[in-house]
């Protein structure tokens, strides 16, 4: 198993939402998870089904549960297993009750016939600059694997650190060198510009907005290949 996908099994849940959804994303990455990230997450959940990729600790969906009400099918997708059964107790504690499915696989790898064109919404949460490999090049293909269980309609959204384009304060840069170094990001290359042309090379109507170190990124209409 990577680096990037191991990390999470040594992280005790609330230890690990302090550290990076509270003081990394405020301090180092100067994106707010509550003021953006979470607000971004839960404006696009679909009408009745979703699919969760890089599932981390669970704390989008499980702090998502009023828009999740009317959703009866969500989908947890992971490398790791440890990952998978935490976010699936913690989105139960917080009162989801629709059907919960666990899938651990590799983004790089085909869908499963019974995931593809099934869901409304497809979120890709800090996943990107987890993977290995630059822009556009993992995009192409991690966008290539999702964009295949988009239901017709669909969206496909998310958010990642950037490496390139972004000013990184002097936290930010000690961070980014740690977790390149350990493997635990693999983002250095990683551009906007790059991020978009991904985007555009697999869908047809895409945006894309820059807050603090962090792409916002949201695309609809895949484009058949």
Not at 159 to 172: C, E, K, R, S
């Amino acid at each position: 198993m990577d680096p990037s996908a191991r990390v999470y099994s040594s992280f005790k849940l609330y230890f690990y939402d302090f550290v990076v959804l509270v003081v990394s994303n405020a301090l180092a990455w100067r994106c707010s998870t509550r003021a953006v990230l979470l607000p971004f997450f839960q404006a696009h959940i679909g009408e009745r089904t979703h699919l969760d990729i890089g599932v981390g600790t669970g704390y989008y969906p499980a702090h998502s549960i009023l828009k999740l009400a009317r959703t009866t099918h969500v989908t947890l997708f992971d490398l790791n297993p440890a990952t998978l059964h935490s976010a699936e107790q913690r989105l139960r504690t917080a009162g989801y009750n629709g059907v919960i499915e666990k899938v651990e696989r590799s983004i790089f790898l085909p869908l499963p016939e019974s995931l593809q064109a099934k869901f409304d919404s497809i979120s890709l949460f800090y996943v990107f600059h987890c993977l290995p490999g630059s822009f556009p090049e993992k995009a192409i293909s991690v966008f290539t694997v999702a964009a295949a269980g988009l239901a017709p309609g669909g969206v496909l959204y998310g958010a990642t650190i950037l490496g390139q384009g972004v000013h990184h304060n002097w936290f930010g840069r000690q961070l980014m060198a740690f977790y390149n170094k350990k493997g635990i990001f693999g983002n250095t290359k990683d551009s906007a510009e790059n991020l978009e042309l991904a985007l555009k090379e697999c869908f047809e109507d895409v945006k894309i907005r820059v807050v603090g170190m962090a792409a916002l990124f949201e695309a609809r209409g895949p484009i058949s290949k």
